[in-house]
């Protein structure tokens, strides 16, 4: 028999959906008076219970037999030792093409730092899953759909979370969040308007989807699918704009993607295999500040770390590092050798230690980040049922 807390959640959640589908004054006050949260397709620091691991990280399998998060405690040296595994209620996917990078994509792992929750894309069965976070302990509430077809990339900021779908020309989708559950506003829909038949898949689907810092826009990567950085404008109830402002980037493939201190735009290139700073104005238009190139291949993923800039190279097997200036001009602070196939990075929020996912054999990479920039080896653990997955947080 359901508890009566869980009946007064349902009840909650249905008068939520009823409020929204009538024109939903609710979604206008959450969304104008909503709490500050990350643009997290980046993993944050939150709350957690003392008795529990302070500062866990968790990471997503993508495996197509069944998707889950295993979670890691994180010890005071930056190792990792596995704590559990959590099924998503999900399949993960892969797309045609890929190799060590099942997902193509960067953020299809999101924490919500302010209500302590964590979003995780099911790619095989179009789902998105919700997870309650104490510590490195997760309780499974919600799998809701995605709205469209192969979910890759998942980002929240306040009550408002959108997912970036990757097949049929490419879709996004966004949602309310209602407690620990998520309720889908049909009118938070947007085509990206793709081509749908453009091979390989890997290659030409979106790369990742991320609110900007202040909210007031989401970021999409098209990869070699038009080769662009759209960005879709939001209104004051977090409707997304009829069409977002496409600034192609030719022959440059934007993949993934992460914002300075000062909001730039901070891009991974697999065309040049370079790393690019842009500024974004307010109409949504982006202007390069600079670029250099990885001198890798297959860089795809980026992440800010302790003040610095972190690219992997899925094709060489190594992170690139950079400092940045005041004006987003990029200075290279040299290689670190991974396992092979590196992807996915987070990194923890007091910038002290770095985690690249290492595709082909499922592995996480720990390093610590020191004073200038370099990167030491800690070591490494190997996810159980990960090869190719894809979607790592660090808190």
Not at 53 to 78: E, I, K, L, M, W
Not at 124 to 150: H, N, P, Y
Not at 242 to 263: C, H, I, L, Q
């Amino acid at each position: 028999m359901p508890s009566a807390a869980h009946t007064l959640r349902a009840a909650r959640t249905v008068r939520a959906a009823r409020a929204i589908a009538v024109g939903a004054t609710a979604i206008a006050a959450a969304a104008v008076f909503a709490s500050p949260a990350s643009a997290a397709a980046h993993g944050q620091a939150g709350h957690q219970s003392p008795a529990r691991s302070a500062a866990p990280v968790f990471v997503q399998t993508d495996n197509p037999a069944g998707n889950a998060v295993v979670a890691y405690h994180r010890a005071a040296d930056g190792t990792l030792t596995k704590a559990g595994s959590y099924p998503t209620s999900g399949l993960g996917g892969i797309l045609d093409g890929s190799a060590v990078d099942h997902l193509a994509s960067q953020g299809s792992l999101a924490y919500d730092q302010a209500h302590h929750l964590l979003y995780a894309v099911n790619a095989g069965s179009d789902t998105v899953t919700v997870f309650a976070v104490d510590g490195d302990r997760l309780e499974r509430t919600q799998t809701i759909t995605s709205g469209g077809k192969f979910p890759v990339s998942i980002t929240v900021h306040g009550n408002q979370v959108y997912v970036a779908n990757a097949l049929d020309g490419g879709s996004i989708q966004g949602y309310l969040r209602v407690g620990d559950r998520l309720v889908k506003v049909p009118t938070w829909h947007r085509a990206l308007g793709l081509d749908p038949a453009a091979a390989p898949q890997f290659l030409n689907t979106p790369g990742g989807i991320s609110f900007t810092p202040d909210g007031s826009a989401l970021v999409v990567t098209t990869k070699a699918n038009g080769s662009s950085i759209d960005v879709f404008r939001l209104g004051l109830l977090g409707t997304p704009s009829a069409k977002p402002v496409v600034n192609a980037e030719a022959g440059a493939v934007p993949f993934g993607f992460t914002f300075d201190a000062r909001g730039r735009l901070v891009v991974t290139e697999a065309g040049p295999n370079a790393v690019a700073t842009y500024t974004l104005a307010r109409d949504g238009k982006v202007t390069q500040v600079d670029q250099k190139a990885t001198g890798g291949a297959a860089t795809c993923w980026v992440i800010g770390a302790g003040g610095k800039l972190y690219a992997s190279n899925a094709g060489t097997g190594t992170i690139s590092g950079y400092s940045e200036d005041t004006h987003g001009k990029l200075t290279a602070l040299g290689d670190t050798a991974t396992d092979a196939g590196t992807v996915d990075v987070a990194a923890s929020s007091d910038g002290r230690f770095l985690y690249a996912q290492t595709g082909k054999s499922g592995a996480v990479d720990e390093f610590r980040v020191n004073g200038d920039g370099s990167l030491t080896a800690i070591g490494s653990v190997t996810v159980p049922g990960a090869v190719g997955g894809e979607g790592i947080v660090a808190l």
